[in-house]
């Protein structure tokens, strides 16, 4: 459930502007273990960390790279050219970068690669598989492990600095959504950033803006979901601290950089063009009757007792 901390855009803070309360209502662009941000615009937060739909679109894009139209061979296997557009050309004994004085790229070997440092293709090797051992074998620190089961030896599968195991989710938690006027449920998940699965760096979470080491801040917890093809992430007052739930949307063929429609509201959200909507969350601990209509009661995100409700369920 990693979230990027390196985009200061002004359009991830609400009403887009740095420094609004509460500084933890903040949209984070990179979102998963890949950090999907433009691929597929259309998935909000919680699809994205879900190792099964951003893991398989990421594994869909490997795919075309791996068995692409203009395929080469490469060390291990064939690979799609576009593997060749991050390198790093070699360098002569004054440390100054062998080039073809036409062109003034790196060479070309007799296999029509690229000379040089193969960039793309070895840091994904890195990063996925890990560090090289002594043996040749790939494994190490940097492993990133994808599960979708609890692996059957758990040391397999556990982030290098902490206990917990991977799950297909993420660490996002489920819900269900309706808005106030209307009955249709619809589902939404809880991005629970204060329970985070796995290593998450929450250090200096309202974000520092100057200096050599900045950083967004690091998002309360929100609820995420797509209604009405817009990607939502509300950020209720009762996590995030201050007096206003604030709710953002993107259309989902934008990009939340290139939007510049007025995308953050206070409290509601007008879906329909008519009355201003309350966002209503399903709380499946407390039962109210056995009408499958009503059976459970249904808490606003912008009360005082949502948090609390969320606990109940979510601990």
């Keep these: ?45 919680a699809e994205r960390a879900d190792v099964d739909v951003g893991g398989g679109e990421v594994a869909s894009r490997l795919l075309k790279k791996y068995c692409g139209k203009k395929l080469i061979e490469f060390k291990n296997g064939l690979l799609d050219s576009a593997w060749n557009a991050c390198i790093l050309p070699p360098y002569d004994d004054d440390d100054n970068p062998i080039v073809d004085p036409k062109t003034g790229r790196p060479f070309k070997d007799d296999d029509g690669l690229y000379m040089g440092d193969h960039r793309c293709f070895e840091t994904h090797r890195e990063i996925y598989l890990g560090g090289e051992l002594d043996d040749g074998t790939y494994r190490g620190l940097e492993g990133l492990w994808v599960t979708t089961d609890t692996p059957d030896d758990p040391d397999e599968h556990k982030y290098w600095n902490n206990e917990s195991f991977v799950n297909t989710k993420g660490g996002v938690q489920p819900l269900q959504c309706r808005w106030n006027d209307s009955a249709a449920q619809f589902g939404c998940w809880l991005y629970d950033t204060d329970n985070p699965e796995g290593y998450v760096d929450n250090s200096s979470s309202s974000g520092v803006r100057t200096g050599d080491n900045r950083s967004s801040p690091y998002s309360a917890p929100f609820v995420s979901f797509t209604h009405s093809n817009k990607r939502f992430a509300v950020f209720p007052e009762s996590f995030a601290g201050g007096s206003v739930t604030w709710f953002k949307h993107v259309p989902v063929d934008k990009l939340v950089r290139g939007y510049s429609g ?17 966002l209503r969350v399903q709380d499946t601990t407390r039962v109210l009757s056995t009408d499958p209509e009503t059976v459970y009661e249904w808490v606003d995100v912008a009360a005082s007792d949502f948090k609390t409700a969320m606990r109940r369920r979510y601990p």
């Design 1 to 45: 459930m990693s979230l990027s901390r390196k985009d200061l855009s002004d359009r991830l803070y609400p009403s887009n502007t740095p420094g609004t309360d509460p500084a933890r209502a903040f949209w984070h662009p990179g979102v998963g273990y890949w950090q999907l941000d433009h691929w597929r615009p259309d998935l909000n937060h």
């Design 262 to 278: 007025t995308s953050w509201h206070e409290d509601d959200y007008d879906i329909d063009g008519g009355t201003d909507d309350v």
